[in-house]
């Protein structure tokens, strides 16, 4: 991976969380603070609670490697574990078949609206991880300079373009899709969090994904806080428009129980291990790749 690029998605030392797992990684999101102390030795990603959630995943999933791609929303309040639940998800499934390749973006707020085209760089940084940036435009074909004004430090091309521009808008997302596709040619799973953070342009792009993807192996997870969409928010009318796609399923992560809350306070007191139904379900994980 280049320098300056995100991190894949690596789970690392576990720590427990208050969305009732083992966080597979060291950091705090403020979508998913740590509620107990310490780290737990392995690197195993264990479920509290949250049963039900990983066996729609699991269905929806299937489906989507049977090449019926799909999009889950996964829709919560700050805190509750959306990220938790995502990140053991991907982990679980990295594990039982490490072919899989996964590529994130996250919406970042700016002001009123979200950085332009803020998830989408992230897929596509991701997507030049895993090609290479030569291949990646090499790839790309024509839709190369509509790369490269998104994201600079791809490089200058033979054809300068204002993405602006209705017709390069087009490209670009044409291309995205082109992309996708051909690291679909292995399962994919694209993560995208913080989409009540997207910016028009962003939220454009993903539609366009969710529906023109089809006939190869993509799952799109989508997060959102349920809690920051007020009546104008503009990410209420896009939720209700891809909501009438068939393939578009709403996840929606709640409190723990109050035997899940105290399974997770059993399981970070001194000398206790964490177990759960889903234990058996769980893989130890030495790392994560894209």
């Known amino acids: 991976m280049r320098s300056g690029s995100r991190p894949t ?14 966080d597979p990684s060291p950091g705090r999101r403020d979508d998913d603070p740590a509620a ?7 690197a195993a990603t264990v479920i509290v609670g949250r049963e039900a959630e990983l066996a729609r995943l699991r269905t929806l999933r299937d489906a989507a490697f049977a090449a019926r791609p799909g999009t889950v929303l996964i829709a919560g309040e700050a805190g ?3 990220t938790s639940v995502t990140s053991a998800f991907v982990a679980e499934t990295l594990a039982a078949d490490p072919r899989v390749r996964i ?8 002001g009123g609206d979200g950085l332009p085209y803020a998830p989408v760089v992230g897929l596509l940084r ?4 895993l090609f290479g940036e030569r291949e990646l435009l090499r790839r790309a074909g024509a839709g190369a300079p509509e790369l490269s004004w998104l994201i600079p430090e ?11 521009r209705p017709e390069n808008r087009l490209r670009l997302f044409e291309t995205i899709l082109r992309l996708v596709e051909d690291a679909a040619r292995q399962p994919l799973i694209i993560v995208v969090e913080d989409l009540h953070w997207a910016d028009e342009s962003s939220r454009h792009v993903i539609d366009f994904l969710v529906r023109a993807v089809t006939g190869v192996p993509v799952l799109i997870m989508i997060s959102y806080r349920i809690d920051e969409l007020t009546r104008r928010h503009p990410l209420r ?7 009438r796609v068939p393939a578009v ?7 723990l129980t109050d035997s899940a809350v105290e399974e997770l306070i059993m399981a970070s007191a001194p000398g206790h291990a964490l177990r759960s139904s889903h234990d058996q379900q769980s893989r130890t994980i030495n790392s994560v790749r894209s």
């Open 9 to 22: 998605m690596n789970p690392g030392p576990t720590v427990v969380s208050q969305a009732g797992t083992l």
């Open 36 to 42: 107990a102390p310490g780290l737990v030795s392995g």
């Open 80 to 82: 509750v574990g959306k």
């Open 103 to 110: 590529v994130r973006g996250e919406c970042v707020p700016l």
């Open 126 to 129: 991701d997507l030049a991880d």
């Open 154 to 164: 791809f490089g200058a091309t033979d054809r300068t373009v204002d993405g602006t």
């Open 237 to 243: 009318p896009f939720l209700a428009e891809i909501g």
């Open 249 to 255: 399923q709403r996840i929606e992560i709640g409190p």
